[in-house]
């Protein structure tokens, strides 16, 4: 069964830093881009960070540049995102999703919450 499942989202304060997984099954991660989108209460679903399969390039939302990091480790068909920094304007639903950085993506997870708060 293909399955990409995120965790590791939860309540932090302003100025913390949480730590997304991507586990992937039932398919290779190797051969996708690896994507993360957020999706905050009456907002549309936007790109956080994307990076691609054969290279490592990495792209981000002007929102989240020096602020998160994505990252990929293809040996245990995982992704992360590193979240530091952390702003209540982050709180969203945070899905990842495989398939090109171009904008065409295969699966979805399911979503983790993260919502950012004092």
């Known amino acids: 069964q293909v399955q990409l499942v995120e965790s590791g989202g939860g309540l932090v304060q302003p100025g913390g830093s949480l730590r997304l997984s991507c586990a992937a099954s039932g398919f290779t991660l190797d051969y996708y881009d690896i994507g993360w989108f957020r999706q905050a209460p009456g907002k549309e679903r936007e790109g956080v960070s994307c990076?691609?399969?054969?290279?490592?390039?990495?792209y981000y939302a002007d929102s989240v540049k020096g602020r998160f990091t994505v990252s990929r480790d293809n040996a245990n068909n995982m992704a992360y995102l590193r979240m530091n920094s952390l702003k209540p304007e982050d709180t969203a639903v945070y899905y990842c999703?495989?398939?090109?950085?171009?904008?065409?993506?295969?699966?979805w997870g399911q979503g983790t919450q993260v919502a950012v708060s004092s």
């Open positions: 990076i691609r399969s054969y290279d490592g390039i990495t």
């Open positions: 999703a495989a398939g090109t950085c171009l904008g065409d993506y295969d699966y």
